[in-house]
C-alpha cells in the first residue's frame, strides 16, 4: 500500500486544533493541490475563501455552534461560483438565462467539492487535521453576507485545517456491498443490518462521546426533521437552479 492511499484510508475528523497557524507554505501547498482537482468542462467554477479575520471567524462559529470553526490552524470557505466566467464576458446577457439551470449548479458544486477533497488530502499529507463545516449552511444568508460575494457565487461549505490536539478512533464506514452494485442498484438491507450492529459497537466502545445508536437510527432522525428549508431562497436569488 502507498502512502497516498494510506493518507485516505486514515482519514478522521479533528475536531480539536492546537493553537498553531498554518504556515505560508503548508497554505500554498494545500490550495495548489485543491486546483489541480478534476473540474467539469475546464470551468474551475468554484472560490475558497480563507479566513483570517478573527472577527469574522467568531461570527461563522456562532452560526454554526461549533467551537472549532474559530479555533483552528485555518479556516476556509468553499463556494460555487459561476461569477467569474460572466463578469469577464463581454456577453453576459447570452451567458445569463443559462446559468440558472440545474445542470450548472450541480457542476459547480461538484467542482467545489472535487477541489475541497483534494485540499482534504493534501493537508492530511502534510500531518495536519481537517473537519468538513456544512454547519456554516445553517444561515446561509448571513455567511453569503459577512464574506460578501456577488451573484452566482454561494458559500457551501468550510473546512477547518491545523495541527490535531486529539487523535479519534477511525470511524467506520459503510461496507462496499452496500455501496458499490455491478450494473444495476441491488438490495442491501443486509449489509446495512451488519453496519448497525458495528457503528453501535463502535459507539459503545470509543473513547469519548459514548452512545448508544445506530447508522440507521440515525438517518431517521436527519430525514425525519426539516433543516436549512432557506437554503433553496438563497441559492436561487443567487442566480442558480431556477428550473
Known sequence: ??????????????????????????????LQSAQQASTSSYMMAYTIIGITDEEKKAAL??????????DNGHLLVFCADLHRPTHTSENFEEMK???????????????????????AIAAESLGLGICYLGSLRNNLAKVDELLALP??????????IGEPAHQPERKPRLP???????????????????????????????????????????????FSKTIRMDVTDLVQKKG????
Open 97 to 119: 438565462e443559462n446559468l440558472g439551470n440545474s445542470e450548472h449548479f450541480l457542476a459547480s458544486a461538484i467542482d467545489a467539492a472535487l477541489a475541497a477533497q483534494n485540499a
Open 151 to 160: 451573484q452566482h457565487v454561494i458559500p457551501l461549505f468550510g473546512m477547518a
Open 240 to 243: 442558480y437552479n431556477k428550473r
Open 176 to 222: 462496499l456491498e452496500a455501496v458499490y452494485f455491478e450494473n444495476e442498484y441491488k438490495k442491501h438491507e443486509k449489509a446495512v443490518e451488519a453496519f448497525d450492529k458495528e457503528i453501535a459497537d463502535y459507539y459503545q466502545s470509543r473513547s469519548s462521546n459514548s452512545r448508544a445508536d445506530t447508522w440507521t437510527e440515525q438517518m431517521h432522525r436527519r
Open 61 to 70: 462559529a456562532e452560526i454554526s455552534g461549533q467551537p472549532y470553526v474559530k
Open 1 to 30: 500500500m502507498n502512502s497516498t492511499i494510506e493518507t485516505i484510508l486514515n482519514h478522521r475528523s479533528i475536531r480539536k486544533f492546537k493553537d498553531t497557524k498554518l504556515t505560508n507554505e503548508q497554505l500554498r501547498t494545500i
